[in-house]
T-cell receptor, first 114, second 117 residues
């Protein structure tokens, strides 16, 4: 099972770019990397997902090196409303995998200051 | 669309009592999940379902049972609650998209806070 490791917390300031790295040394061939955002008393919300190289959407970018043993979530020009916990999730999207498991990291608490 | 809803929002149980948590989704998703989240920790998968009538064990299934008699509903049961089951329970649903490259997004409910005394 791919275990993930993330920094426990990070601070940044409004308008800055924030990069959060997740380590997943034992990632399997079928595993995808997904990042979720969670605000207090709410369920997680999908941010971005990738398998390899770089993925970009309207809110974030995800960088995955060739060996896929880590990934970096990049949030451009953060605002106070980006203060939340960010989770890295590694696992297959194909449910027929007999060893199907989803392993969530402990999350990174991101605090954005004015 | 309501998305994913969970009932109840909060419940207090005594040790040994039983209860059922209800999750409903109106997005016609094939896959549904039950997680628990303890303070300061990530989510842990309890059970999941790949379709109506099918369920499978996740990372922490002991003490829980599930059923998916209808595609839109996923029930989580605690037959004999224990204080160790005090947690926040999240339900999620998803579908596998193939257009533009394979991927999956899980949509989460608001959670159920359970306290077992």
């Amino acid at each position: 099972l791919a275990k993930t490791t993330q920094p426990i917390s990070m601070d940044s300031y409004e308008g800055q770019e924030v990069n959060i790295t997740c380590s997943h040394n034992n990632i399997a061939t079928n595993d995808y990397i997904t990042w979720y955002q969670q605000f207090p008393s709410q369920g997680p919300r999908f941010i971005i997902q990738g398998y390899k190289t770089k993925v970009t959407n309207e809110v974030a970018s995800l960088f995955i090196p060739a060996d896929r043993k880590s990934s970096t979530l990049s949030l451009p020009r953060v605002s106070l409303s980006d203060t939340a916990v960010y989770y890295c999730l590694v696992g297959p999207i194909w449910k027929m995998d007999s060893n199907y498991q989803l392993i969530w990291g402990a999350g990174t608490k991101l605090i954005i200051k004015p | 669309n309501a998305g994913v809803t969970q009932t109840p929002k909060f419940r207090v149980l005594k040790t040994g009592q039983s209860m059922t948590l209800l999750c409903a989704q109106d997005m016609n998703h094939e896959y549904m999940y039950w997680y628990r989240q303890d303070p300061g920790m990530g989510l842990r998968l309890i059970h999941y379902s790949v379709g109506e009538g099918t369920t499978a064990k996740g990372e922490v299934p002991d003490g829980y049972n599930v059923s998916r008699l209808k595609k839109q509903n996923f029930l989580l049961g605690l037959e004999s609650a224990a204080p160790s089951q005090t947690s926040v329970y999240f339900c999620a649903s998803s579908y596998l998209r193939l257009a533009g490259g394979p991927g999956e997004t899980q949509y989460f409910g608001p959670g159920t806070r359970l306290l077992v005394l």
